[in-house]
């Protein structure tokens, strides 16, 4: 398999393989650490709880949903989301941190495995041709989209969360 995926099968694979080792990685973190602000940011020069990359995760989730939702019923899309632009990804990011900042840590997690699991769902309902045999926003494919946004920020995060792991002796 290529880095990118390139077919239906590629982007549940990718998902699969990151999904549960993530999901590991997260519930191996006592609850009293989550929000410690140790995680590199999505801002250059900024620290993130572990929590606040579940959020991040959740949110991105929850908009590609958003996102097909709309398009399925034929209403338009602000794109990445209604008052964010492309070149303001950062803002969004803190959006998310903050819509879900006080949630509960154990919450949090569940919530972001259903957001995943609505996901999974999806791509698993579409076709191959529906993921990656048309153009669904600009010149990206609605598999491209999904993978952007879930399978790559998931891959970033795992690696955030382990080097937080390994700097407060969580391994």
Request: proline share 4%; glycine share 6%.
């Amino acid at each position: 398999m290529s880095s990118v995926p390139q077919s239906k099968q590629e982007l549940e694979l990718a998902i699969d393989s990151v999904f549960p080792k993530l999901m590991a990685d997260y519930r191996s973190i006592p609850t009293h650490m989550s929000r410690v602000c140790g995680v590199e940011g999505n801002i250059k020069g900024t620290h993130i709880s572990v929590s606040d990359t579940a959020a991040y995760l959740i949110g991105w989730g929850k908009l590609v949903l958003k996102w097909y939702e709309l398009t399925s019923h034929g209403l338009p899309v602000d794109f990445p989301d209604t008052g964010y632009k492309w070149n303001q990804l950062g803002l969004l990011a803190e959006r998310f941190h903050q819509e879900y900042s006080q949630w509960q840590y154990a919450d949090l997690l569940n919530e972001y495995e259903l957001t995943m699991k609505k996901l999974l769902t999806l791509i698993a309902s579409l076709s191959d041709h529906q993921l990656y045999g048309v153009t669904w926003y600009d010149k990206w494919t609605l598999g491209r989209m999904i993978q952007f946004n879930t399978y790559s920020p998931m891959k970033n995060m795992r690696t955030k969360v382990r080097r937080f792991k390994k700097d407060n002796a969580l391994a």
